[in-house]
Nanobody, 116 residues
Framework: QVQLVESGGGLVQAGGSLRLSCAASGRPFSSLNMGWYRQAPGKQRELVATITDGSTYYADAVKGRFTISRDNAKNTVYLQMNSLKPEDTAVYYC???????????WGQGTQVTVSS
């Protein structure tokens, strides 16, 4: 079992920044592929960014504005979000998975609201 606890969401004006954190426990953190997803009202959950041992991936909608990083010593993954837009408003979920052969784990979600 992997437990994930997100923090850092909130209300921000367009153009502002937020940093989300996700603390993981239950498995060796370095063995986990970590990611951030988001779900806006009335829309499907979508991938935002992922980070493995040495590589990162970003959805086109956030490329150049968001940065995913991890601190294996703190068992934590971060999502730095800059130049936020109203369309970034969503519940952001942390995701952990050892591999595609293993089940994914999800955090409880943290709300990000960007006002225009």
């Amino acid at each position: 079992q992997v437990q994930l606890v997100e923090s850092g969401g909130g209300l921000v004006q367009a153009g502002g920044s937020l940093r989300l954190s996700c603390a993981a426990s239950g498995r060796p953190f370095s063995s986990l592929n970590m990611g951030w997803y988001r779900q806006a009202p009335g829309k499907q959950r979508e991938l935002v960014a992922t980070i493995t041992d040495g590589s990162t991936y970003y959805a086109d909608a956030v490329k150049g504005r968001f940065t995913i990083s991890r601190d294996n010593a703190k068992n934590t993954v971060y999502l730095q979000m800059n130049s936020l837009k109203p369309e970034d408003t969503a519940v952001y979920y942390c995701n952990a998975r050892q591999s595609l052969l293993h089940r994914p784990y999800w955090g409880q979600g943290t709300q990000v609201t960007v006002s225009s």
